[in-house]
């Protein structure tokens, strides 16, 4: 079990990319892959196991695939045509982050042969490890159970930790956000009864329990905020939360996202029950 940091834009606890055997677990993005092949000496893993494509978890797998033409990657089945080909993943990426900043932040994108590309809906077990539909975060999203060990990776569904002693917040980026269907894939989790939980950002924890009752009252709080505020407020309250580690978790979750994501769950939310009505 190993835990490798990708160096995000230089900085230390943004992205983790986890090695188990010779599996990989969300590689990063393609702009960190020179740091993650020197982790790895260059070993063609055996399986790319991805909780989801958004690019900080999955933007590096196409080139990893042109290295190892051989590997497996795993991914949702509502995910994988995004991995094989990235332009709509890639527009909208662009209107978050703009056309300027994408090859800094996550460098060249290459599509995955679809030969590759093996497809999960959830129920199954792959190189070890069971799998399991995760919505909230994303609609594609899936967790993994290392059987052996008893370690629960969790890409987003567990939120963003920084530190055991920081606080754990919810990445609620557009366009996905389903509140219910998170609260629903944390019970999911928790239903395995994981020894520790695997993080993308950022590690690995052990107190189980508590940081999943954490992620859950962050969730609500935060889908609260951003019903009940308005958007500069919202911010100022999500960077006051963070404070601790602000540079941290404004690169792995900014909070104009976080706006953007949840402003969008309730205006959605509103037109569903507006025409049921």
């Not at 009752?213 to 100022?236: C, K, M, N, T, V």
Request: aromatic share 8%; proline share 6%.
């Amino acid at each position: 079990m190993r835990e490798i940091d990708v160096h995000h834009l230089g900085r230390e606890r943004v992205i983790c990319c986890w090695q188990v055997g010779d599996v990989i677990i969300d590689p990063g993005p393609e702009s960190t892959l020179s740091t993650l092949m020197d982790e790895i000496e260059d070993r063609a893993p055996r399986g790319l196991l991805l909780t989801h494509v958004h690019l900080d978890h999955a933007g590096g797998t196409g080139a990893l695939v042109r290295a190892f033409a051989d590997v497996k990657v795993y991914v949702h089945e509502l995910g994988a045509p995004h991995l094989i080909d990235p332009s709509k993943l890639l527009r909208s990426a662009s209107r978050l982050y703009g056309e300027e900043n994408m090859d800094r932040l996550w460098g060249g994108i290459v599509p995955v042969p679809e030969e590759n590309v093996q497809l999960l809906s959830g129920g199954e077990t792959v190189e070890g490890f069971r799998v399991a539909h995760a919505p909230g975060h994303a609609s594609h999203h899936v967790a993994y159970l290392h059987e052996d060990s008893g370690w629960a990776f969790t890409g987003d569904v567990a939120g963003v930790r920084i530190d055991r002693e920081l606080p754990i917040v919810p990445p609620t980026p557009p366009p996905d956000i389903d509140v219910e269907a998170w609260f629903e894939s944390i019970d999911r989790v928790a239903a395995w009864d994981p020894a520790a939980l695997a993080l993308t950002h950022f590690g690995a924890y052990d107190d189980v329990e508590q940081h999943l009752d954490s992620i859950r009252e962050a969730l609500r709080l935060q889908a609260e905020w951003a019903r009940d505020l308005d958007e500069q407020a919202f911010l100022a309250r999500r960077r006051e939360w963070t404070a601790g580690a602000a540079a941290v978790y404004e690169q792995a979750a900014p909070s104009e996202q976080m706006w953007l994501g949840l402003e969008r769950y309730w205006r959605k939310k509103a037109e569903r029950e507006s025409e049921a009505a």
